[in-house]
């Protein structure tokens, strides 16, 4: 029973580097969202996908991009990382017909750049 | 916008002491308020959730929370702090026209249990 599956657990990117966050869930679930979470911020959505091949920026979008490669797998990249985007990113995902508290999150992305 | 505030971003209580984390709503009556839980290296747990059921709403390991409309509050407490309870706590409110659109997160608060 894995749930929702975020790889890599930590990432080391030089500036101006890219990368990308992978994330799957195997519970059919059509909703995936991804949140950075910085000290005093809390969490903060940065996409989210209300089913497969759609998707709809959040509050802090900037610098990131999304795809929704199928109904598992909702990826964010980082074209070109900046300092500003250290932080941990989670992944996470709710099924159709269920109400918002049953949010279901990954581990976790740790990401420092450099 | 439906928005929560936690005041105090860090609260540190000695083992079986009184746990209360603050959590206040914005004006407008929420149908639902949560709360979630962080423990170390991990994502966020549904602690518990207020419907308009009950006033006061029993979680897991032990904590509550009560809804109070005229203080816009809805606080979690736990009688006797352990120190697995050490974590990060988020309270969460469902935007105006839920849809697919997340929850609100407030910031949260960190709690450390001294022993």
């Known amino acids: 029973n894995a749930g929702v599956t975020q790889t890599p657990k930590f990432q080391v990117l030089k500036t101006g580097q890219s990368m990308t966050l992978q994330c799957a869930q195997d519970?059919?679930?059509?909703?995936m969202y991804w949140y950075r979470q910085d000290p005093g911020m809390g969490l903060r959505l940065i996409y989210y996908?209300?089913?497969?091949?759609?998707?709809d920026k959040g509050e802090v979008p900037n610098g990131y991009n999304v795809s929704r490669l199928n109904k598992r797998e909702f990826s964010l990249r980082l074209e070109s990382a900046a300092p500003s985007q250290t932080s941990v990113y989670f992944c996470?995902?709710?099924?159709?017909?269920?109400?918002?508290?049953?949010?279901?999150f990954g581990s976790g992305t740790q990401l420092s750049v450099l | 916008a439906q928005s929560v505030t936690q005041l105090g971003s860090h609260v540190s209580v000695s083992e079986g002491a009184l746990v209360l984390l603050r959590c206040n709503y914005s004006?407008?009556?929420?149908?639902?308020l949560f709360w979630y839980v962080q423990y170390p290296n991990q994502g966020l747990q549904l602690l518990l959730k207020?419907?308009?059921?009950?006033?006061l709403v029993k979680g897991i390991n032990g904590f509550e929370a009560e809804f109070k409309k005229s203080e816009t509050s809805f606080h979690l407490t736990k009688p006797s702090a352990h120190m697995s309870d050490a974590a990060e706590y988020f309270c969460?409110?469902?935007?105006?026209?839920?849809?697919?659109?997340?929850?609100?997160f407030g910031k949260g608060t960190r709690l450390s249990v001294i022993a």
């Open positions: 996470a995902s709710r099924g159709h017909g269920t109400t918002n508290e049953k949010l279901f």
């Open positions: 519970m059919n679930h059509n909703s």
């Open positions: 996908s209300a089913s497969e091949g759609t998707t």
């Open positions: 004006s407008s009556v929420p149908p639902y």
């Open positions: 207020y419907t308009s059921a009950a006033t």
């Open positions: 969460a409110v469902p935007p105006p026209h839920s849809g697919n659109t997340p929850l609100v």
